[in-house]
T-cell receptor, first 115, second 114 residues
């Protein structure tokens, strides 16, 4: 049981390049999330998904796209990277259950630098 | 506007000492409050979750308190260890139309020195 995993761990891009971050969870969770964490700021929600085939915008969605083709995977894409997207990206997932507190489990993060 | 404010921003203590971290929030409608520990280079890990009716909750040497009237929470760490060095993030959940939104504080960076 690996929990939430993220690929890659580190990446350096040039402005204008594209890339995809992969998040995978093996807990059969319905909900998945992508956050970014910047120095001096709290985590901010980029996009989320409430189930396979669904996606929705979070607080800071501009410049990102997501897909949830399989329940266990949530992909975050950057079509044309900008230096403002330099950040640490965290994926999280949570299940749906009666009486639950919507506990979110986070992945280890992907550190992205855009030059 | 929903906000979560944490203090202090950073804290240095000696190993074995106790410390208390503070969290003030203006979040509505309030659902629950969580404290997360985030080690450097790692994802946040949940320490405690408290609902409106819970005043205190412990997890080993970590004890969280919640005063829903004043909208304040604290995280008390007893007999600190070097491994407690991390950022501690207060997160408040707001529940709207059956869906929860998490509002994250900026965190308190704790350094425990030998």
């Amino acid at each position: 049981n690996a929990g939430v995993t993220q690929t890659p761990k580190f990446r350096v891009l040039k402005t204008g390049q594209s890339m995809t971050l992969l998040c995978a969870q093996d807990m059969n969770h319905e909900y998945m999330y992508w956050y970014r964490q910047d120095p001096g700021m709290g985590l901010r929600l980029i996009h989320y998904s409430v189930g396979e085939g669904t996606t929705a915008k979070g607080e800071v969605p501009d410049g990102y796209n997501v897909s949830r083709l399989k329940k266990q995977n949530f992909l975050l894409g950057l079509e044309s990277a900008a230096p403002s997207q330099t950040s640490v990206y965290f994926c999280a997932s949570r299940g749906v259950g009666a009486g639950g507190y919507n506990e979110q489990f986070f992945g280890p993060g992907t550190r992205l630098t855009v030059l | 506007k929903n906000q979560v404010e944490q203090s202090p921003q950073s804290l240095i203590i000696l190993e074995g000492k106790n410390c208390t971290l503070q969290c003030n929030y203006t979040v509505s409608p309030f659902s629950n409050l969580r404290w997360y520990k985030q080690d450097t280079g790692r994802g946040p890990v949940s320490l405690t979750i408290m609902t409106f009716s819970e005043n205190t909750k412990s997890n080993g040497r970590y004890t969280a308190t919640l005063d829903a009237d004043t909208k304040q929470s604290s995280l008390h760490i007893t007999a600190s260890q070097l491994s407690d060095s991390a950022s501690y993030i207060c997160v408040v959940s707001a529940r709207n139309s059956g869906y929860s939104t998490l509002i994250f504080g900026k965190g308190t960076k704790l350094s425990v020195k030998p």
